[in-house]
Structures are given as structure tokens and as C-alpha cells.
């Protein structure tokens, strides 16, 4: 019989008056003493098990509470981020609306505009020109004499007055463009963009409206207004990818985009 099966025995025996088996004193004593070994490890095991089931018990516990947080949390953040969305979709809306009504505002002025250059240019005519031909190739006749004299203020009458009066002239167009070159040689270059623009805007399918959007490119860095500058010079390129200014214009707007973090060259 090995010690495990003596050692089962004995407790058998301690626990039970069914016993019948003989040892010696000394094997009995051993015996009592390995069983109440046995008891105290049983005993200190299951209080080492308890403490861990108890530890375990509060980590859980405290792991549930931290995610019962952050879900609340989550929760609140995500109610938070719908009403930031929405407040962000109604200034999106209003930003619209208001463009919109910017837009329809420039087009009505636009119309207000031409109305009063119009009768400007009538009034012009009878006080500049009284005894001047009204045929449009004599307009721009005296016009042109006009500019190269550098009387460029009686120039630009005339050219407003061909402009308006035969909008559908062949010299309407280059009337419109030597007004824009007149503000450019007097350094004017805010109004010269103005009239260069209308080259494009009003004679769109004009040998000189590239020419056009190129000078006003210019114009706007001569003002330091190189993002303007920018969107004319690709502007052409994207409507006139044949003009002769098309490589010119890449050059400009090269230059400018390494520019545009300087104050000396752009204000914006």
C-alpha cells in the first residue's frame, strides 16, 4: 500500500467507526498530522479562490460602470455632433440663400448699368462729338485718334458710345478692349479689369477676348490680387487652350502660386 492510499485510509478511519485496519502508533500519528496538512491547504486554497473571485467580481463590476460611462458619453457626444450638423446644414442653407440673392441683385444692377451708360453715352455724344459721324467705323475712327493723342477720357466716351450704340459691330469688340487698355496706361488698373472683363463676358467668341482675360490678369497683379489673377490667367487656358497667350499665362500663374504666401507680391 503506497502513502497516498494509507493517507485516504486514515481519514476514512478518523471519520468513520468502520474500520478495521491495524497500523502502529507512530504510522497513526503521521497519518493525523498529514490530514491536518491536508485540511489547512484545503482551507487556505479556498480563501485564496475567494479573495480571487472577489477580485474579479469588483473588476467586472468596475469595468461595466467605465463602460455604462463612456456609452453615456458617446451618447451625449453624439447628440452634441447631430446638432452642431444641423446648426452647420442651416448656415450652409442661409449662406446659399444669400448668394443667391447676391446673385439676382448683380444681375439687376448689371441691367441698371447698362441702362445708365447708355444714356450716358447719348448725353457724352452730344456734348464730346456734337458734329461727329454716329456710323460705328467713324466712331471708332475718332476714337482711336482720340487714344493716340492720349486723351484717353474722350477716348473711352467714344468707344462706351460704339459699344453701346452698335454692340454688334466688328470694331465693338476692340472698342471695348482699347477702353480697358486706356485705364491700364493710366495705371488705373481696378477699372481696367472691369472693361477687360466685359470684353470676355460680352464678346465672348472676340479674337481679343483672351487677350482680354490675359490683361486682366495682369492688371489684378499689378493690384496684388494674385488669386484673381490666378483664375484669369486659368480661365484662359480653359476656354482658349489654342491662344498664343495660353503659354504665357502657365508662366504667370506658376509665379504666382509661389508668390502667394508674400505680402510684397499678394494681398490675398
Known amino acids: 500500500m503506497n502513502g497516498f492510499k494509507k493517507l485516504l485510509l486514515a481519514a476514512i478511519c478518523v471519520q468513520t467507526s468502520a474500520c478495521f485496519w491495524v497500523t502502529t502508533k507512530h504510522e497513526g500519528e503521521t497519518l493525523r498530522k498529514d490530514i491536518v496538512r491536508i485540511d489547512k491547504v484545503q482551507s487556505d486554497q479556498g480563501e485564496s479562490m475567494g479573495s480571487t473571485v472577489e477580485k474579479l467580481k469588483e473588476t467586472l463590476d468596475e469595468a461595466s460602470k467605465l463602460l455604462a460611462r ?44 447698362d441702362e445708365l451708360e447708355s444714356r450716358l453715352a447719348e448725353l457724352e455724344g452730344k ?6 459721324s454716329q456710323s460705328p467705323d467713324a466712331l471708332y475712327d475718332e ?79 499689378k493690384l496684388k490680387q494674385c488669386i484673381d489673377a490666378r483664375a484669369y490667367f486659368g480661365l484662359l487656358r480653359q476656354r482658349y487652350p489654342k491662344s498664343d497667350k495660353v503659354k504665357a499665362a502657365k508662366k504667370k500663374d506658376a509665379t504666382l502660386k509661389k508668390r502667394l504666401k508674400s505680402s510684397k507680391y499678394c494681398k490675398d
Not at 472691369?194 to 497683379?221: C, H, I, M, N, P
Open 70 to 113: 463612456n456609452s453615456a458619453d458617446l451618447g451625449a457626444q453624439f447628440d452634441g455632433l447631430e446638432q452642431e450638423n444641423a446648426r452647420l446644414t442651416g448656415l450652409v442653407m442661409e449662406a446659399k440663400r444669400l448668394t443667391d440673392n447676391v446673385y439676382t441683385d448683380a444681375q439687376r444692377f448689371d441691367k441698371r448699368i
Open 127 to 132: 456734348i464730346v462729338t456734337p458734329t461727329a
Open 143 to 221: 476714337g482711336m485718334r482720340a487714344f493716340s493723342a492720349n486723351d484717353y477720357n474722350k477716348a473711352r466716351q467714344i468707344f462706351r458710345k460704339l459699344v453701346i450704340k452698335f454692340p454688334n459691330h466688328g470694331k465693338a469688340d476692340d472698342a471695348q478692349y482699347r477702353r480697358g487698355e486706356s485705364y491700364y496706361v493710366q495705371q488705373d488698373y481696378k477699372s481696367a479689369v472691369k472693361e477687360y472683363q466685359a470684353v470676355f463676358e460680352k464678346f465672348g467668341s472676340s479674337t481679343l477676348a483672351d487677350d482680354a482675360l490675359f490683361r486682366a490678369g495682369e492688371a489684378s497683379e
